[in-house]
């Protein structure tokens, strides 16, 4: 009988050793879509966030006033690579149709798989901040990642980006400069994936970012806009507020798994 129940007591102590914890985690991309979805998920275990020197200085005073909002510490983690200028040259290239932009894969995508692998004994729970519109890139992540509970908030409650940013107001956060500015997202300084507006509005808000873009282009004949270089773009081209130009969220490389 002893033996019975040392052994029962034994699978006991290996079924609960088998057990993983739920970890609910949130990928906020100094954007405000993102910090809305995790405000509104709630109960969120681990909020990170990953910086690219790329960045608006800005982001971080976001991050520190969600942070502040929260009453708990977003983690900052990083690549080697650290901006787009150094992965991109790491990679051979820019940005290619079907295959996306190497800063993606190298500054967003290895971080992320790092930081998988290191939780692998969780049970995660991924808090997305796709919004109404959105509901396509949903659908895929859930496809593409079956081994992940995800959430979608902002689909959930019927968000759009605008109502985010409504909220965020009311929240008394002030949200990241570039939008002020004129961007529809909090895209790093330059974002590789931007069209032929948002590139001549780089042009006149940040030259040095524009002329440095160009540059790379030509040393890795490799262009950001497919079938142009930049160098040969005209100032009067594009509409900035009729491209399609997602937040370079976390699932960004999703296009070119």
């Given at each position: 009988m002893r033996a019975i129940q040392g052994i029962a007591t034994a699978l006991a102590i290996v079924f609960v050793a088998d057990v993983k914890q739920n970890l609910r985690v949130c990928w906020i991309s100094a954007g405000v879509s993102s910090f809305i979805a995790g405000w509104l998920a709630g109960n969120v275990d681990e909020w990170i966030y990953i910086d690219i020197e790329d960045q608006h200085p800005d982001s971080m005073r976001f991050i520190k006033d969600c942070e502040k909002a929260i009453g708990k510490e977003i983690k900052i983690l990083s690549s080697e690579y650290r901006n787009v200028e150094n992965a991109c040259r790491a990679g051979g290239f820019i940005n290619r149709p079907k295959i996306g932009a190497y800063c993606t894969k190298y500054l967003k995508k290895r971080v992320r798989q790092?930081?998988?692998?290191?939780?692998?004994?969780?049970?995660?729970?991924?808090?997305?901040?796709?919004?109404?519109?959105?509901?396509?890139?949903?659908?895929?992540?859930?496809?593409?990642?079956?081994?992940?509970?995800?959430?979608?908030?902002?689909?959930?409650?019927?968000?759009?980006?605008?109502?985010?940013?409504?909220?965020?107001?009311?929240?008394?956060?002030?949200?990241?400069?570039?939008?002020?500015?004129?961007?529809?997202?909090?895209?790093?300084?330059?974002?590789?994936?931007?069209?032929?507006?948002?590139?001549?509005?780089?042009?006149?808000?940040?030259?040095?970012?524009?002329?440095?873009?160009?540059?790379?282009?030509?040393?890795?004949?490799?262009?950001?806009?497919?079938?142009i270089y930049l160098d040969e773009l005209e100032p009067d081209r594009g509409n900035m507020e009729m491209e399609i130009f997602p937040d370079c969220s976390i699932m960004c490389y999703l296009s070119s798994e």
């Open positions: 790092k930081w998988e692998y290191e939780h692998q004994d969780f049970d995660i729970t991924y808090i997305w901040g796709f919004d109404l519109k959105e509901k396509h890139r949903a659908e895929r992540t859930v496809e593409e990642y079956p081994q992940f509970t995800h959430e979608f908030p902002l689909i959930e409650h019927f968000l759009s980006k605008q109502d985010c940013h409504a909220m965020i107001e009311n929240l008394g956060i002030k949200r990241p400069v570039m939008y002020d500015m004129g961007y529809p997202n909090n895209n790093c300084v330059g974002c590789v994936k931007g069209g032929m507006g948002y590139w001549n509005k780089i042009r006149k808000d940040f030259p040095e970012v524009f002329a440095k873009r160009a540059k790379l282009e030509r040393d890795l004949s490799s262009s950001c806009i497919n079938g």
